[in-house]
């Protein structure tokens, strides 16, 4: 059984075929892709999507090329393959560019980056052919001159190292530079050393191509025998699948080689017979070429109607090749990007001014989700926080309503969210179904969290970071595959840093609001931080209680024993206060000795026998300070509200500041409660 690596160099090898005997090249990849999924091998895996693109690249598939590009990206970013990967990255890249994308300018930006890094590797091999890459994008630009050298230079060195495979490509692409150059001879030559050794390393893309340039010479000299025959070497007249572009072009030449023979009833049976066959989708000037020569062999068997419509054919192609080739359409393009960057902007500009400037998480989230969706798709957009292993899904939207998500850990690894923040680093998946293994072996949760019935198809996760200090995490989630573009991931961290100021400045007000609600002795709220909980506690239908304490005779003990003994034994209480009440109950101290508990969905009995506790453990306890012992008691005054009497605190407080006056009556140390 062949090892992942060796089944990608075999795919690198052939990935311009549908098939190689029985082997379909598309399933290869896939289940080589998925065999490097199973070994845990990301490389080959990065290699696989690599190999999807040039596959592709020979079908036209803009968009699966474009797909598995930003997959192959996203594992160079995951795992920081490193610059022989990136080396990788840009050389294919530029192949999509230049056959798919047709942009032969960004083309040759990505095969200068590859030189430099080549050049930087001490890469010589992969340099001599990247110069002869360079060499052919300025061919296609219509710098011969430049072509020519760059590719003659690239010939020279693999004629020396005796490399009979890359021989192959630069001897038909030399010969394609002197047709070009009008140097007809000098093409043959280089056309017919090219044909040569692809038939002896069955490179088919080259098999075709050089033909071709070898028909057209004989052509060029009447002699359409010469070009039968060479075309009849290479053609599969059996063939009836989709023809890719290489056996379109030779089939073109076929029919030209009629034409030139004048036989034009065969030129019009070979045109009907390959017109079905034609690369579906793939509206390029060889398609366009060919529906040229449909019409021109129409004309030619007094056939006008069917010349009409190739004609009308032709204006169709012609439309949609003008649509990225026309400098009108590349305007209408243009302003369009430009109407998109001012939304940007005007989006970008109102999160540098405002966003920041909000004291409320919610509002933050749904403001970015009001202004960004018109920018990028938004089904779900969250803020988490990290305390300290925890990472709390705080403020979620889905579908523009609050939803709830469970919290995650950072020692979680199957969770983007914790990965995400560990490794201070943007997370983009676009095809969270496929894509998601990368990252973990079982399924990501993709159920809408308000139970919609829609399902998450694409995530970016960004790492909330201010001045090296991790606070969390924001996450825009989509219902669509492929959603976000490089322009919305760069938008998306963009946002994220000032969203993280945000989140910075609202943790900041969070602490100082905790400050200035906490008593700086005991810990526990202080009169303020005591009164503004009741107050946001308060529920209709509930029963409720507030309890007065005051420490008895507590004067006597900073007396006796000095103030950081008194300091003490309040810090002491404090706890025991805690330690002593149930879940639920708010605690204070609003003063002095004075101290306050707060109940809520309690029976009046149950209240009663929490504060007797309080009392009966304070009595019993022995503060020891200094190897002193101090003992203590306490009074307690408690009103109980029943359910559905909800008072003001300060009504409250004098009720039960008024039992308590009635327990010190009583002779300290007492508990005495009263009813509303």
Do not use: W
Request: glycine share 4%; charged share 25%; net charge negative.
């Amino acid at each position: 059984m062949l090892s992942v690596d060796e089944r990608n160099q075999f795919v690198m090898e052939n990935y311009y075929l549908e098939y190689v005997d029985d082997i379909h090249i598309l399933d290869y990849i896939e289940n080589t892709i998925n065999l490097a999924f199973s070994e845990n091998c990301f490389i080959g895996v990065f290699e696989g999507y690599l190999n999807f693109v040039l596959h592709y690249t020979t079908l036209n598939k803009k968009k699966e090329c474009k797909n598995y590009l930003d997959k192959a990206r996203q594992l160079l970013d995951t795992y920081e393959l490193g610059d022989t990967y990136l080396l990788s990255y840009y050389r294919v890249h530029a192949i999509y560019s230049a056959e798919t994308k047709l942009d032969l300018i960004e083309a040759l930006r990505y095969t200068k980056l590859a030189i430099d890094i080549a050049d930087a590797l001490g890469e010589k091999l992969i340099l001599v052919k990247l110069n002869s890459n360079f060499g052919i994008l300025n061919m296609n630009l219509g710098n011969y001159e430049i072509a020519r050298k760059a590719i003659e230079a690239s010939t020279n060195y693999f004629e020396k190292n005796l490399d009979e495979s890359r021989l192959t490509f630069d001897y038909y692409n030399l010969g394609t530079v002197y047709s070009f150059l009008n140097e007809e001879k000098l093409a043959y030559e280089y056309h017919k050393k090219a044909l040569a050794l692809a038939k002896k390393h069955h490179v088919k893309q080259v098999l075709f191509n050089s033909a071709v340039g070898i028909a057209n010479y004989y052509n060029s000299q009447g002699q359409t025998k010469k070009a039968f025959e060479i075309l009849d070497t290479v053609i599969d007249k059996e063939n009836r699948s989709e023809l890719n572009l290489h056996e379109l072009y030779g089939i073109i030449c076929l029919i030209k080689t009629y034409v030139y023979d004048m036989q034009y009833n065969k030129a019009s049976e070979t045109i009907e017979e390959y017109e079905s066959l034609l690369p579906q989708g793939h509206n390029d000037k060889g398609v366009l070429e060919f529906y040229e020569l449909k019409e021109q062999v129409s004309l030619l068997n007094d056939d006008f109607e069917t010349a009409y419509k190739a004609s009308k054919k032709q204006l169709s192609i012609s439309s949609e090749i003008n649509n990225i080739m026309n400098d009108q359409s590349l305007m209408t393009e243009i302003k369009t990007e430009y109407h998109r960057h001012l939304d940007r902007l005007e989006a970008m500009a109102y999160i540098g001014k405002d966003l920041t400037l909000l004291d409320d998480m919610y509002q933050v989230v749904s403001e970015v989700e009001k202004h960004f969706s018109k920018l990028m798709p938004i089904f779900t957009i969250c803020v988490g926080r990290l305390k300290e292993e925890a990472i709390s899904f705080d403020y979620v939207l889905t579908n523009k309503e609050k939803a709830v998500l469970g919290d995650s850990y950072l020692f979680d690894s199957d969770s983007l969210a914790a990965r995400c923040i560990k490794t201070k680093k943007t997370i983009v998946i676009n095809d969270i179904n496929d894509d998601y293994r990368i990252y973990s072996d079982k399924k990501f949760n993709q159920e809408d969290p308000n139970n919609d019935g829609q399902i998450i198809e694409s995530v970016m996760y960004a790492p909330l970071i201010v001045k090296d200090n991790i606070l969390g995490f924001f996450s825009i989630q989509s219902n669509k595959k492929f959603a976000y573009s490089t322009e919305d991931v760069e938008i998306f961290k963009i946002i994220a840093s000032y969203i993280a100021i945000a989140l910075e400045n609202l943790n900041q007000a969070e602490k100082l609001k905790i400050l200035s609600e906490t008593d700086g002795l005991t810990k526990l709220l202080n009169r303020r931080g005591f009164t503004d909980r009741i107050e946001n506690n308060q529920i209709e239908n509930k029963s409720t209680a507030l309890a007065i304490i005051d420490l008895d005779y507590f004067k006597l003990v900073n007396d006796e024993y000095g103030h950081h003994a008194g300091d003490y034994v309040l810090q002491e209480i404090s706890k025991l206060l805690l330690f002593k009440t149930p879940p639920g109950t708010i605690s204070g101290r609003l003063g002095g000795e004075e101290f306050a508990l707060y109940f809520s969905d309690l029976t009046e009995n149950q209240v009663m026998e929490i504060a007797e506790n309080v009392r009966q453990a304070v009595h019993d306890t022995n503060f020891k300070y200094l190897e002193k012992n101090i003992r203590i008691t306490l009074s307690m005054g408690i009103v109980f509200c029943s359910k559905g009497a909800k008072q003001p605190f300060d009504y409250c407080y004098k009720r039960a500041d008024a039992a308590l006056y009635k327990a010190k009556e009583a002779g300290r140390n007492k508990v005495f409660i009263v009813s509303n």
